[in-house]
């Protein structure tokens, strides 16, 4: 596990992302307005599954580079710092663009639906990729263990807030299509924290 400060970073933001809307969450808000509660809940365990299987297959290869090579720990602890800033500053540029839920969902059972939703988010896995990495100590070992753990951790807040979601899905459906200005200092509260948390990342030492 990594030490307690950058722990306590990684919560925080973990926390953070998962309260921002994204995709995944506005799907179960679709499913959960189109279908009732029971089809949020599926819906955000589908979202769940998808995202874990983002996590195992970046942690079955990332745990091979980061504890075979001390310079590609380093190129990916840059790497994923820089992208962490890109990401602020981009979620920051774009606070204002209007979301769009995209209609009625497909028909079709809501758990599958949910699976491949995740998977097929190619932007969830270049995140897991970038972010968790951050705070694996590579020279504790069980890198692959480390990695999995925290993925859970985050892939676990993400799927209580679509709980939430689904739970009171009028109420927060309604907020989240009419309150363009909560989104829009949400998101720039959560740029603001990703370009904190890449600074840090960059400043601290291996």
């Not at 909560?182 to 959560?190: E, P, S, V």
């Not at 600074?199 to 291996?206: D, I, K, L, N, P």
Request: net charge positive; charged share 10%.
């Amino acid at each position: 596990m990594p030490h307690l400060p950058a722990f306590l970073a990684f919560l925080s933001a973990s926390i953070l992302l998962a309260i921002t809307p994204g995709p995944g969450i506005l799907y179960v808000l679709t499913r959960s307005l189109a279908g009732g509660r029971r089809e949020g809940i599926l819906s955000s365990l589908g979202t769940f599954a998808g995202g874990f299987v983002h996590v195992f297959a970046a942690g079955l290869g990332l745990s091979v580079i980061l504890a075979a090579s001390a310079v590609a720990y380093q190129l990916v602890r840059w790497a994923g710092a820089a992208y962490l800033i890109y990401l602020g500053i981009r979620m920051i540029r774009t606070a204002g663009e209007p979301d769009s839920i995209g209609g009625k969902p497909p028909a079709g059972h809501p758990f599958p639906q949910g699976v491949l939703t995740e998977l097929l988010n190619p932007k969830t896995a270049l995140f897991f990729l970038s972010f968790i990495p951050q705070f694996v100590d590579a020279k504790a070992g069980a890198v692959f263990a480390q990695f999995l753990l925290l993925g859970a951790i985050t892939v676990l807040l993400n799927s209580c807030a679509d709980i939430v979601v689904a739970i009171f899905a009028g109420p927060i459906g309604e907020r989240l299509l009419a309150s363009r200005r909560a989104r829009r200092n949400q998101r720039r509260a959560t740029g603001a924290m990703m370009i904190g948390l890449g600074v840090f990342v960059a400043a601290r030492e291996s």
